[in-house]
């Protein structure tokens, strides 16, 4: 079958995607094989590539959706022909951090993936992911596309319900596919919605979507324009919906005193800010991350996936596994929102 696999390039740091000729996996006990229909690219899989994200295991592809090939043995929830969405990370529940209520950050989570990566024909998913329900059955109403947006959406709604609250200002810098989903999740929260980005073809998006006020941060002070539009006070939330150094400080310039800044984006290694944190005490500001999703967030995400299909208008680019070099042109380059892969 045909995979993307990384491979070391050379000496440089980096890890090179190689389109492989690998055998099909085979489900040992409790596992499942899945036949890959769709799996989205996401921007850690750009950093994956760069040597810029170490935080889990260096596999391609993890918003995967596809069809039940083969089942092992003692599997008695699922049968060959299930669509499926399986969730590459799952926590086991139990353990202190989990109870805490971080179970994103569980000693297991990370550790558990779906093998060989999710651009594969074909993917085996372990025991641990399927007896924890990490595998969720898709309704005949939802698309492999709407699936595969599962896993980022969920991410979403983690960062939400944790951090969001109803009729605030909220700001979220970074006009990708996370930034305008957390955007498309505010909306129904009754918030004051401000979408800020410096790629003029996702500020144009995000225009279409009709969400908020969007503004050019390579063009208009960002923090004024907050200011300006709420008394002089500043946003009450600012989501980085990005990596990018630049937009989180934008996000603290754009709060206000008390206010708060989610990183929902991830940083590259190596990411070290120069800003004085006494204008953070004495402005009683916080600064909280959200990570990942469990499967409570899967659910919820698939539901509303279910009820909101305008989610799938986030999908401009679609390449199947043999123009893998076409997609990761696409997905950096800003000209695409969201970008899948097929077999």
């Known amino acids: 079958m045909k995979s993307v696999v990384l491979k070391p390039k050379g000496g440089t740091g980096r890890l090179e995607p190689t389109l492989a000729d690998v055998e099909v996996p085979s489900p040992g006990r409790g596992e499942l094989v899945v036949k890959m229909e ?52 799952v926590p086991c529940y139990e ?38 329900a990490g595998v969720l059955p898709l309704p005949t109403g939802v698309t ?51 979408i800020s980005d410096v790629v003029a073809p996702r500020l144009e998006f995000a225009e279409r979507l009709d969400l908020g006020t969007v503004v050019d941060a390579s063009k208009d002070d960002v923090p004024a324009r907050l200011r300006a539009e709420t008394q002089g006070r500043g946003a009450d939330l600012a989501i980085v919906a990005s990596g990018s150094k630049a937009a989180i400080m934008q996000a603290l310039g754009s709060i206000r005193r008390g206010g708060r800044v989610c990183l929902f984006g991830v940083p590259s290694r190596g990411s ?35 009820s909101n299909p305008r989610i799938e208008r986030l999908v401009t680019h679609r390449f199947p596994l043999s123009d893998f070099d076409r997609a990761v042109e696409a997905a950096a380059g800003g000209e695409a929102m969201k970008v899948l892969l097929t077999p």
């Open 95 to 132: 353990c202190y951090i989990c109870k805490s209520g971080d179970d994103t950050m569980c000693d297991m989570y990370r550790k558990s993936n779906i093998h060989p990566g999710g651009f594969s024909e074909y993917f085996r998913v372990p025991e641990w992911n399927v007896s924890k």
């Open 38 to 89: 769709a799996c989205g690219f996401c921007g850690t899989d750009l950093e994956k590539m760069r040597g810029e994200y170490t935080a889990s295991m260096p596999l391609l592809g993890h918003e995967a959706s596809g069809v039940v090939y083969a089942v092992g043995e003692g599997v008695a929830s699922f049968k060959r022909g299930d669509r499926v969405f399986p969730h590459h990370h």
């Open 272 to 306: 070290v800010l120069g800003y004085d944190i006494s204008e953070l005490y004495n402005a009683g500001q916080q600064i909280v991350t959200s990570y990942g999703a469990d499967e409570a967030d899967t659910k919820a995400a698939l539901e509303f996936i279910s």
């Open 144 to 194: 492999f596309d709407q699936g595969a947006l599962i896993e980022p959406l969920a991410c979403c709604l983690r960062a939400i319900r944790r951090h969001a609250r109803t009729s605030e200002t909220v700001l979220v810098a970074g006009a990708g596919p996370v930034g305008l989903m957390n955007a498309i999740l505010l909306e129904p929260m009754d918030v004051k919605l401000v």
